[in-house]
């Protein structure tokens, strides 16, 4: 109808975006591709490895028949991976429940109370994260030695707790001195004492982030390798240093290497998710704002 | 809560008891206080400050495991003049800086691409950026296993690749030549570290005004300059920062020379920190391990030092 009025033209080609254009986009989604393989590649190289044949792993080939023998093989004799699961559990939840309490506490003074001192003790603090663990290492190495705690999971709790303080102290006062002070006013001016807002007002309020500061702890006990590996000796060695073990008359057996590794990542990969918009926060701990 | 505050400073309700020149009332009890400082400074006394002091006292003695369980007779500075005619320290010290320049570079120039590849907040780079974190919380020992795993002539993935993009690097044993070892363990480590660095490169580059980079490009200015003159001058304070942060964890890198190399070829690869290593729990030679770790932490210190202090100047 409208027709016969005017005129149907036909539509008008879409010009196309410049070549110029064009191009810089495909470059963009090019880098994106290139950043994702670099970023994913080991991983999920590492994944197929997992479930690989041991004539398999010696391929570079993306198809093959996948199995589960790997796994089977690295919670049998001798390497025993259930046992190293154990361990590095109760190592990481031990070091978990030590530093975070003790940690929030500190980290709490050092935001709220102003006292002579004060940041001179922070800095200290802040200073002790960054002594080298082969310092902490050689004492403790002879004390444990006389003590005879060489190999028991106790001794690799008290080092790691000379990394894990520190840090979870500074990480924490972050997450204080960013609550408004005016919130624990209004609880003291409702009859408060201090205690009891702490308890009730402050840490609620904060636990995001001692949630935050807790998995962080987890993930660095968890993945520590230099003091398990000087002192435990078989009792207590954890999945890092058990997986040194996963090696035949060949070298390393990489596809049971890979399935232990799998293990191992797997746990750590998925709480890293579910904290990801504090990483960059955890590790650089306010560096960048 | 829902009532509205009037005039409340950070140290209480004002004008309560404020005097000029006189500090606000606390409702913050003294004793309170040391409760909750008390227990985690006595961990940090008991596992940092302690093995401090019996790193220090050690370093003046000699003591060999081997020789005997207890320490034996101090010997002053022996163990510390020791060090410096030591062929194998002064090599370690010049593996630590080469691998400290090395990785800290790579890092930042890798950081830096792809902050800006991921610059513009599209879904794909949305979801990449999502998976910059994951490398990072890899373990050490897992990034040291898989690059070892990768790299190796004979039937790994990227020496294979590698060799096909240049075939005369074909079947190079990348772990078996002192530079490309170096090279490789820096890689294992850049893994994790430069998508990080991206992420707080995409965070700044974020907060500068758009404004800023239209004018210019209404201007003229090319992408380049815009890099060069808007772009880099504002990154700065963080490249700054993270560089500090990259050079502490590249001096105390130690989990994957022990995977990949063991400081070899030869000792191409001993840094610093593997060499106290060495000297303690392989010669369990503890007297001149002692001080060596010693020097270690004098060269923790300064760096560290600067690195707190520009946090701290943030406050």
């Known amino acids: ?289 | 809560m829902t009532a509205p505050q009037p005039s409340v400073s950070e140290h209480g309700p004002a004008g309560l008891t404020q005097q000029p020149g006189r500090k606000p009332r606390q409702r913050r009890s003294g004793s309170l206080r040391w409760a909750l400082l008390g227990p985690a400074l006595a961990i940090i006394g008991l596992t940092v400050i302690y093995p401090l002091i019996a790193s220090f006292i050690s370093s003046f003695r000699q003591w060999r495991l081997i020789d005997s369980p207890d320490p034996g007779p101090f010997v002053g500075v022996a163990n510390y003049a020791r060090a410096f005619t030591d062929a194998g320290f002064l090599n370690s010290l010049a593996v630590s800086a080469l691998y400290i320049f090395v990785s800290v570079s790579l890092t930042l120039v890798l950081g830096l691409g792809i902050a800006l590849i991921l610059q513009k907040p599209t879904p794909l780079n949305v979801l990449t950026r999502t998976m910059l974190i994951f490398p990072f919380a890899v373990a050490p020992v897992l990034k040291g296993f898989s690059w070892r795993f990768m790299l190796n002539p004979e039937f790994g993935v990227y020496a294979k690749m590698l060799g096909a993009i240049f075939p005369p690097l074909r079947g190079y044993v990348w772990l078996g030549h002192d530079f490309s070892a170096l090279l490789a363990i820096a890689f294992s480590e850049i893994w994790g570290w430069a998508p990080l660095f991206a992420l707080m490169f995409i965070g700044a580059i974020g907060s500068i005004p758009a404004e800023s980079t239209e004018a210019a490009r209404m201007d003229g200015a090319t992408s380049f300059q815009i890099f060069r003159k808007i772009t880099l001058p504002l990154l700065a304070p963080v490249i700054y920062i993270v560089a500090l942060l990259k050079i502490i964890s590249a001096f105390k890198m130690f989990d994957q020379i022990a995977i990949m190399t063991g400081g070899g070829p030869g000792d191409s690869t001993q840094t610093l920190y593997y060499f106290v290593y060495q000297v303690a729990f392989r010669n369990l030679d503890m007297g001149y391990a002692s001080a060596l770790s010693y020097i270690l932490v004098v060269i923790m210190a300064i760096i560290s030092t600067f690195y707190v202090r520009t946090l701290l100047k943030g406050d």
Not at chain 1, 61 to 79: E, G, H, I, M, Y
Not at chain 1, 83 to 102: D, E, K
Not at chain 1, 117 to 126: D, M, P, Q, V
Not at chain 1, 204 to 216: C, E, R, S
Request: aromatic share 14%; net charge positive; proline share 7%.
């Open chain 1, 1 to 289: 109808m409208r027709g016969d009025l005017v005129a149907e033209l036909p539509p008008l080609p879409r010009r196309p975006a410049p070549l110029s254009r064009r191009l810089a986009q495909g470059a963009e989604v090019f880098g994106a591709l290139a950043i994702i393989f670099f970023v994913m590649f080991p991983l999920v190289w590492m994944l197929l490895g997992a479930f690989k044949n041991e004539i398999d792993i010696y391929s570079t080939k993306l198809f093959f028949q996948a199995t589960l023998d790997n796994f089977r093989a690295v919670f049998a004799s001798p390497v025993l991976l259930g046992g190293r699961i154990w361990i590095s559990a109760l190592v990481s939840f031990l070091t978990v429940a030590i530093t975070i309490p003790l940690g929030a506490a500190a980290a709490y003074v050092l935001s709220r109370h102003r006292f002579r001192g004060r940041n001179t003790l922070f800095l200290l603090i802040l200073i002790t994260q960054f002594v080298p663990a082969v310092v902490v290492a050689i004492p403790f190495f002879n004390l444990f030695r006389a003590a005879h705690l060489i190999d028991t999971p106790l001794a690799l709790v008290i080092v790691y707790l000379s990394f894990t303080l520190p840090y979870a102290i500074w990480l924490l006062r972050g997450f204080f001195d960013a609550l408004p002070v005016e919130i624990e006013e209004a609880s003291y001016i409702d009859g408060c004492n201090e205690f009891q807002t702490l308890r009730f007002v402050t840490v609620p309020l904060v636990l995001p982030g001692i949630l935050v500061a807790a998995v962080f702890t987890f993930i660095s006990a968890w993945n520590e390798f230099f003091f398990a590996l000087i002192l435990t000796r078989s009792e207590s060695l954890t999945l890092p240093v058990a997986i040194l073990g996963i090696s035949g008359p060949r070298g390393p057996m990489w596809e049971q290497l890979s399935a232990a590794g799998m293990i191992v990542m797997v746990p750590i990969l998925v709480m890293s998710f579910f904290i990801r918009k504090y990483f960059v926060e955890g590790i650089t701990v306010g560096a960048v704002k």
